[in-house]
């Protein structure tokens, strides 16, 4: 099949155009006067290739209005007049000798965005791609005459093209990645209640100085005889282990086990556990990257150590949890960063009642609780200031707490289903588009009975495409909601107990991809996941937080190519 001139693939593009999408056709500029493309070429000091020229002459690219004619991923369509001012911006950078733009990038960068190679030799003609700061490359398109082409076909056909598909929305030509949510996906959860818990090291064996025979004791010095000299091997000896430093929350008034609800823990995992113990199960794949606490007492104030998984303590939803009534006082380090925070009542104190210290890194060496454990401190001077938050704490809070000494005791333990996320504040707005649709019009102009049964379907399709309506608990929620009953969603009910469990799926499928090896899960498995949690995400703040707020997020989630037109279908059905 021979390929299209220029002039007859923009003919098919502006047809197109005027048909499905006339608010961006209307920002294609005339064609540009052969009299200013010479000028150009004379400024530049280059010849344009005849594709850019026959390109011109169509139209002189594009006003960069909002709806205006856009290559994914790399911004609207250059004018004669942007070719030279970009060209110019790129060689004062030494960028400008691979070619001449030919869009305007994406936010308007001259650095990211198409360009068609202008420079005599074997890839002149040829349209290649710049990405900020990395090295020009030549993408699969031999001339602009076949981009031109493939955009024709793709708003003809409906077909991929730089990975999106082109859509038409209230008049304007917008671009949408195609999508697919596996329905079934590897559990990573489920894979580790399959796993036993490891037990704790065996006591390392001591090897004696003097090997004798097996079991026997040294033969005696014998009388008389020769004298002998022995010369015995000796190592340097290590540094002492540094002191533990773990991440530790209090609690005034709770007990261990109220401590451990309000953290979210898992109730089959529940045992005591030293320190040693807990570390080990935190890092096997029976935890599946899910955080690991021990609880225990001091002088009247309840207290949580993380011994493995994810920080928690520092996380204003944590901190609201665990103050619920009374006071809660919680320090944190991460590496050179030691932090003591407090809460009371279910309100986090404010940033400026937060100590907070960073000491320089000293020395080179890797980090991490092993390298602690052989004595090698990288920071000392966040060890020393954990060492004095403890005083602190000792002093105005009567709290005496001893990493070191609680570390072998047996306190009860449980992995956690980590608690979720805040949601956006209610003041936060919402945008005014999303993904080309004037939400903040369609709110205004549609009643608010109506808009609500609209965004009920939405979120219903929404749970539907991503397969979270799979759940029962969510299943009940939605039917709850389209009967407009209530919803409970607090913490410990079922529906947040699958809420959590879906965003521990999604954290311990990605932590698995990220750590290589022969992870059990796979991208596609990650990609069921992540669209779970996302649509969880957005049921929460359909039942939390204004209307306006969770159809952005809802809509903004849809995985269907045709959600506009379901949603014009819901809004008149509604």
Known sequence: MSLPAVEESWARIDAWLARHAP?????????????????????????????????????????????????????????????????????????????????????????DGLFIACRPGPRYGQVGRRFDEDTPSFAHWPSLRHVLAGLADALEGGLVFLGRIPLAVAGKLGW??????????????????????????????????????AGSDPRPPERGGT??????????????????????????????????????????????????????????????????????????????????????????????????????AVLTRHGPEVVLAFAENGVPCPREDTRRVMSPREGTAAGGPEARRLGVDLWPGSTAAYTRFLAVLRRDFGIAYDPDEEGP??????????????????????????????LAELVERTPPQRLRAAFVSQLSRLAAETHLDTYPEVAEALD???????????????????????????????????DGGTAPVSHEDLTA?????????????????PLPVAAATILDQRVSLH?????????DSG
Request: glycine share 8%.
């Open 529 to 545: 996941w992540d669209a779970r949690d996302k649509a969880a995400g957005a049921l929460r703040e359909f039942l939390r937080l």
């Open 176 to 213: 949408e990645e195609e999508r697919t949510v596996p329905a079934e996906a590897v559990s990573p959860l489920t894979r580790a209640a399959a796993l036993a818990e490891p037990e704790s090291d065996p006591p390392a064996p001591q090897r004696p100085v003097f090997p004798n025979a």
């Open 227 to 328: 004298q002998r000299l022995f010369f015995v091997r000796t190592r340097r000896p290590h540094p002492a282990p540094l002191p533990d430093q773990p991440d530790v929350a209090f609690a005034a008034g709770l007990t261990p086990a109220e401590m451990l609800r309000r953290l979210g823990a898992i109730p089959a995992t529940v045992r005591p556990r030293d320190r040693r113990q807990a570390q080990r199960a935190a890092q096997s794949a029976w935890a599946a990257h899910r955080p690991l606490v021990r609880a225990g007492e001091a002088g009247g104030w309840a207290y949580a150590t993380l011994e493995g998984g994810a920080a928690q303590f520092a996380r204003p939803e944590v901190l609201r949890a665990l103050s619920a009534g009374t006071r809660v």
């Open 409 to 438: 005791a047996e306190l009860t333990s449980a992995l956690l289903l980590p608690l979720l996320d805040d949601l956006p504040t209610e003041d936060c707005g919402i945008p005014a588009q999303v993904r080309h649709l004037d």
């Open 480 to 514: 709850r909601i389209h009967r407009g009953l209530p919803v409970d969603c607090d913490q410990d009910g079922p529906l947040d107990s699958r809420l959590r469990t879906l965003a521990a799926e999604a954290h311990a499928t990605r932590r698995l991809l990220r």
């Open 563 to 571: 959600w506009h037109d379901e949603l014009a279908a819901d809004l």
């Open 23 to 111: 608010l961006t056709r209307a920002t294609l500029r005339p064609p540009a006067p052969q009299a200013g493309i010479e000028d150009a070429q004379r400024t530049l000091g280059v010849p344009f290739p005849p594709d850019l020229v026959a390109s011109l002459r169509c139209h002189d690219g594009a006003e960069p209005d909002d709806g205006a004619v856009q290559l994914p991923s790399y911004g609207p369509l250059c004018g004669v007049a942007d070719i030279v001012r970009n060209t110019a911006f790129l060689q004062s950078l030494g960028a400008g000798e691979a070619g001449l733009p030919l869009t305007l990038g994406i936010g308007r960068r001259p650095s």
